[in-house]
């Protein structure tokens, strides 16, 4: 609180709880610079500093050592905000962005359009059709950002459809986590994890040696070489990997990888091989 005369407070004073939230102000490493600044203001004016003697201690202007001073013995706390600015009169009503923002919740299949995703240039398109006074692509973009609406952005799931997908899926997590049928793994257990990567491509480029000063240089045009299959798997334990390329993905080629891996001293040697495929 502050006793406050004419257009300079003569004292101010704080209560135990306002010196502590302004001292915690001053403090705070995320606080805005504008705010911490006004709360050093009000600390000197509670331990009695003139504001000519604030205006030395905190680099700024008397008028501005006042200005925040008188604020706050008026006002208290509510008296450090800003006021509110006029500004520029608003050139689009609310009805005008809410038209924008729902088309941007909506799937372009929805509107016929053979699109994947909306850009902020496709919903700038469908707003033209719409409005008599369209807002600027830019304009689109910053409420869309100020919403925080990015239909550009895509997040894939897949829904479980098998009924017992639960408990399988529990089977494989136990196994990850070191527990098989409620017992823990042991040091000769082994955990193989095991798939395949179909139609990579094969392809031929011109590359250019670096130098110093100079990038790798690699030539936009490749020739094809066809396709190949990778089939791999992953030892958990000791992250060694273990796979080969094939033309087709038939069970001779997977049933090779098998005994390539079974084969691997690892393997051999445990007492139990778990495998987790895909």
């Known amino acids: 609180m502050s006793s406050y005369t004419g257009n300079t407070p003569i004292k101010t004073i704080l209560s135990y709880s306002e010196r502590l939230y302004f001292e915690a102000l001053a403090r705070k490493a995320t606080a805005s610079q504008r705010d ?50 006029p500004g520029r009169p608003r050139i689009y009503d609310e009805a005008t962005r809410a038209l924008v923002t729902a088309i941007a ?4 299949a929805d509107r016929g359009l053979p699109l994947s995703r909306f850009s902020s240039a496709d919903i700038h398109a469908e ?3 719409e409005l008599d006074s369209c807002p600027a692509r ?92 990778c089939q791999a798997a992953f030892i958990a334990g000791s992250g060694n990997v273990i796979g080969h390329c094939v033309k087709e993905n038939t069970r001779a080629n997977f049933e090779t990888l098998v005994e390539n891996v079974m084969a691997d001293p690892i393997c051999q040697n445990a ?4 495998w987790i495929m895909g």
């Open 36 to 85: 911490a600044f006004r709360a050093r203001i009000v600390l000197l004016a509670a331990r009695g500093f003139n504001n000519t003697q604030i205006s030395q201690r905190l680099s700024c202007t008397r008028k501005t050592a006042r200005k925040w001073r008188n604020r706050y013995a008026k006002s208290c706390r509510a008296g450090l905000a800003d006021k509110p600015r």
């Open 105 to 108: 919740c909506e799937l372009p």
């Open 271 to 274: 007492d139990r091989v778990f």
């Open 138 to 229: 830019s304009t689109i973009a910053a409420w869309l950002k100020q919403a925080a609406i990015r239909p550009w952005t895509v997040t894939s799931w897949v829904t479980p459809r098998d009924p017992q997908f639960k408990q399988k899926a529990a089977r494989v997590c136990d196994l990850y986590t070191g527990i098989w049928e409620d017992e823990p793994l042991t040091e000769g257990d082994v955990i193989i994890c095991a798939d395949e990567k179909t139609g990579i491509q094969a392809r031929s480029r011109r590359k250019t040696p670096p130098g110093p000063g100079k990038s790798v240089r690699l030539e936009h045009h490749y020739d094809r070489n066809g396709t190949t299959i």
């Open 127 to 129: 707003a033209l059709q």
